[in-house]
């Protein structure tokens, strides 16, 4: 998809995998070149990893269009072609687990073209939501666009609720609500058997994700400490999806902090901007 920033295009990007039709929210954007006739426009770079209100988890980039006897930020009016590389997963970074174990192995590079004109340009700019006056100052989030309104079958771009999980939850509120940290809610639930951990042993499965619309929040490094100690692995997985572990064994009263050491490495787009950043440490008692 491809909107206006001033007098740049803003370049968004889903990557999910065709096999499970699951959304992929893991940091795998390499190189993204953009042609017109086979000659390069603008410079090559890699987008970043982002999150939006309306696109959820994205890798987006802005691309200024000056090129020989062209002067605009913008592009001419024709097509061009674009190649995205996509980096593999390394397990050492995110571990796969299910369906998801052993692939995503190798270097790929997505090409596709599109139309730039003028009139598409006006059509992506009458779409911009602008929220009543009375609204304005009030906490909540615009929807997540549909597959429909992205003109094609898209996978979910939202977590499961937290009553969707399997095992325990832990450190819901009286309302039911999943622990939180500035602005960003952790489902925290307790597995007392998982085949994501050691035989005979539980396993503890961390969820964080935006208020309102459900967005996973990669790229945080997070940790326990209390009856269970250590770092949380970042994991996909097609069942439990995407969310962060480890092996646990919790006894009843079992007391914990989930301790956010780094919040998430992600660029935002408006609305998110000073949100999910200083993260104090949630208190969690079974
Ligand atoms: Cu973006």
């Avoid at 340009?121 to 429909?148: C, H, I, K, Y």
Wanted: net charge negative; charged share 25%; no cysteine.
């Amino acid at each position: 998809m491809i909107t206006s920033a001033g007098q740049s295009l803003h370049f968004m990007f889903m990557i999910w995998d065709a096999q499970t039709e699951q959304l992929l929210p893991v940091n795998v954007a390499g190189p993204m070149r953009v042609y017109n006739d086979e000659s390069l426009v603008g410079r090559p770079g890699r987008p970043w990893p982002m999150i939006s209100q309306g696109m959820g988890f994205h890798f987006g980039d802005n691309r200024q269009f000056a090129s020989d006897g062209h002067s605009g930020s913008l592009p001419e009016e024709g097509t061009y072609e674009v190649e995205l590389q996509l980096r593999p997963i390394n397990d050492s970074v995110v571990r796969k687990t299910g369906q998801f174990a052993g692939r995503f192995e190798e270097t790929v590079t997505a090409t596709f073209e599109f139309e730039f004109t003028q009139e598409k340009l006006e059509t992506v700019n009458e779409r911009t939501e602008t929220f009543d006056e009375q609204r304005r100052g009030s906490a909540a989030a615009a929807e997540p666009m549909s597959g429909g309104k992205m003109g094609r079958n898209m996978p979910a771009m939202v977590l499961p609720p937290a009553e969707e999980y399997p095992g325990e939850l832990l450190g819901q509120s009286v309302d039911g609500n999943p622990p939180n940290s500035h602005d960003a809610e952790f489902v925290v639930s307790y597995l007392d058997d998982s085949r994501l951990a050691p035989d005979d042993t539980g396993y503890l499965l961390v969820s964080p994700r935006t208020p309102y619309n459900r967005i996973p929040l990669p790229e945080i490094t997070l940790s326990v400490e209390g009856v269970v100690d250590g770092e949380l692995t970042e994991t996909i997985d097609d069942e439990l999806g995407h969310h962060y572990g480890i092996p646990a064994d919790l006894g009843e009263s079992a007391s914990f902090d989930l301790v956010v050491d780094s919040p998430p490495q992600v660029a935002r787009h408006r609305g998110y901007q000073t949100a999910f950043l200083n993260m104090p440490p949630m208190s969690i008692e079974r």
